[in-house]
DNA sequence: GCACTACTTTACGTTAACGTAAACGTCAGT
DNA sequence: ACTGACGTTTACGTTAACGTAAAGTAGTGC
């Protein structure tokens, strides 16, 4: 019924519940509330999506922050827009630069993992 | 001459000197010595290569060594080499995760950058 | 009514990856 | 002999991203 609990998330994304309110703390998410307790719209689970491959991709969460907000048009105002453009443009860099770095790491593991089949080979075992 | 300062390491790779020690520290460097000072070979710096690259897809320093590691043979014992290919397929599996990610962010930067480009068009200016 | 469970806030603790400062050695140039 | 430029060690400081413990609230089952 597009609607979650803090230790719902946690367990769909398997992180701690300090850490989604971590991310509250930080600005990063914005929960409603029913009393004192946190309610998540299907939204704020998509955020907290965002925020999560935005760690696997090495992005601190202030860079997170950035990013997602990119998505929310909010600021209609031209020179707002540009920048986000560049930054846009930016993030777009790094990100290449990361396809690369993997693709190499990729070459590299094949030949390390050749290596070592070729060893176990040559030891007769199996 | 095939050998490097730390200074001149610093400045090609563009990291502190005090990273580079620290990567020391840890172990993952063991350069030679002349009298006090370090002298690093090319194969010195091609760990720093690794190191750097391992940061950049967001591996921790200790990740990185265990990587670096898989590519020096050294210990050719079985059960070492069984633990290495397992590792290594671990590896392989987050990085075509990444490459997942980084699919997805692409994709979203995409649209996010077309709809400043929309919004820009609308307000008339350029 | 009482235990249980899930939620909350407050606040100090921890780890990784360096930064930064102090104090010193060594060699080239003037 | 003095000044940089570059190197060294030692050691405390800093930031990000949470961990962890304490103490309290709020509904649910029996």
Not at 21 to 29: A, D, S
Not at 95 to 121: F, G
Request: glycine share 4%; hydrophobic share 35%; charged share 30%.
């Amino acid at each position: 019924m597009a609607e979650y609990s803090i230790s719902q998330l946690s367990k769909e994304f398997d992180v701690t519940t300090r850490t989604i309110r971590h991310y509250e703390e930080l600005g990063l998410i914005k929960p409603a509330r029913r009393g004192q307790t946190r309610v998540y719209s299907p939204s704020d689970r998509t955020r907290l999506r965002l925020i999560l491959r935005g760690k696997r991709l090495g992005l601190s969460l202030e860079n997170s922050r950035e990013i997602i907000d990119m998505y929310e048009p909010g600021k209609t105002n031209v020179e707002q827009l540009k920048k986000l453009i560049n930054a846009i443009q930016a993030q777009r860099i790094k990100l290449n630069q990361q396809l690369d770095d993997i693709s190499n790491l990729l070459t590299d593991l094949n030949q390390a993992e050749a290596d070592c089949i070729d060893a176990l080979k040559s030891t007769g075992q199996h």
